[in-house]
């Protein structure tokens, strides 16, 4: 048996910044030199009266709130040198893409990063006046890059592609949800940046189709958030159809 785990990566040393990453973790072997965090084979017969090899867990660490936005902080740190912040550059306010050397490629997910920092109390960017203008200058570069459809590119396979732009919607329509009801200074301009990319890509979002027929739950997922924020979008007949 092999259990698949799905983990976000947002971090500038990875291979691939702000994007989701496949991992697999099998279950121990006993006598195997190799095991996942967690388990530890035994390298001793067990005084006990366990069989040589057999296995022993340990608990990993609690997850704690303060853990996690330790976590966001690092993540945050990592990208904040990989966003164009030259006023000058045509490619202003976007973030350079470990994998693809370009910025646009890990642009949404590097947007949704920052903003869950700067939402979040706890923090050391709660609230940050340089993280809140670096939203609006990544918002800015994310309407330079898109289509007259309101749709974008996934640079690598897929030109005006409505299943990329629903994931680019899923990453940050969150943040307009939250930046509502934070009361922080700036709340209003990010609702504004953010929620005026989501108005513009809904109805690409409904009109676009689909590569493959699982492109379909992130449609209607991103359709249905960007419809939760902005009841007058014309797009609940496709989400129900």
């Known amino acids: 048996?092999?259990?698949?785990?799905?983990r976000w990566v947002a971090c500038s040393s990875s291979p691939d910044p702000c994007r989701i990453s496949q991992g697999e973790l099998s279950p121990p072997i006993p006598g195997s030199l190799q095991?996942?965090?967690?388990?530890?084979?035994?390298?001793?017969?067990?005084?006990?009266g366990r069989p040589h090899g057999d296995v022993?867990?340990?608990?990993?660490?609690?997850?704690?709130?303060?853990?996690?936005v330790g976590h966001l902080d690092a993540a945050v740190e990592s990208l904040l040198p990989d966003q164009i912040i030259d006023a000058g550059h045509p490619e202003h306010g976007g973030f350079v893409s470990a994998r693809d050397g370009m910025a646009g490629g890990a642009h949404f997910g590097c947007m949704m990063t920052l903003g869950f920092a700067w939402l979040c109390e706890g923090s050391r960017y709660h609230g940050?006046?340089?993280?809140?203008?670096?939203?609006?200058?990544?918002?800015?570069?994310?309407?330079?890059?898109?289509?007259?459809?309101?749709?974008?590119?996934?640079?690598?396979?897929n030109w005006d592609c409505g299943p990329y732009?629903?994931?680019?919607?899923q990453a940050i329509a969150?943040?307009?949800?939250?930046?509502?009801?934070?009361?922080?200074?700036?709340?209003?301009?990010?609702?504004?940046?953010?929620g005026e990319i989501i108005r513009a890509a809904a109805p690409g979002m409904a009109s676009g189709g689909f590569h493959t027929p699982n492109h379909r739950w992130v449609l209607t997922s991103a359709l249905s958030q960007a419809w939760s924020l902005y009841p007058d979008l014309d797009v609940v007949p496709t989400i129900e159809s």
Do not use: H, W
């Open 165 to 169: 732009t629903a994931f680019a919607i």
């Open 128 to 157: 940050s006046e340089d993280v809140r203008d670096r939203l609006i200058e990544a918002a800015g570069f994310a309407r330079a890059i898109r289509r007259p459809s309101g749709r974008y590119d996934l640079i690598t396979t």
């Open 174 to 194: 969150p943040v307009v949800a939250a930046a509502r009801t934070s009361g922080l200074d700036g709340a209003d301009q990010i609702e504004e940046q953010f």
């Open 1 to 6: 048996m092999t259990v698949r785990a799905t």
């Open 35 to 48: 095991s996942p965090r967690g388990y530890q084979p035994s390298s001793k017969g067990d005084p006990t």
């Open 56 to 68: 022993s867990v340990t608990m990993a660490p609690k997850l704690t709130y303060q853990t996690l």
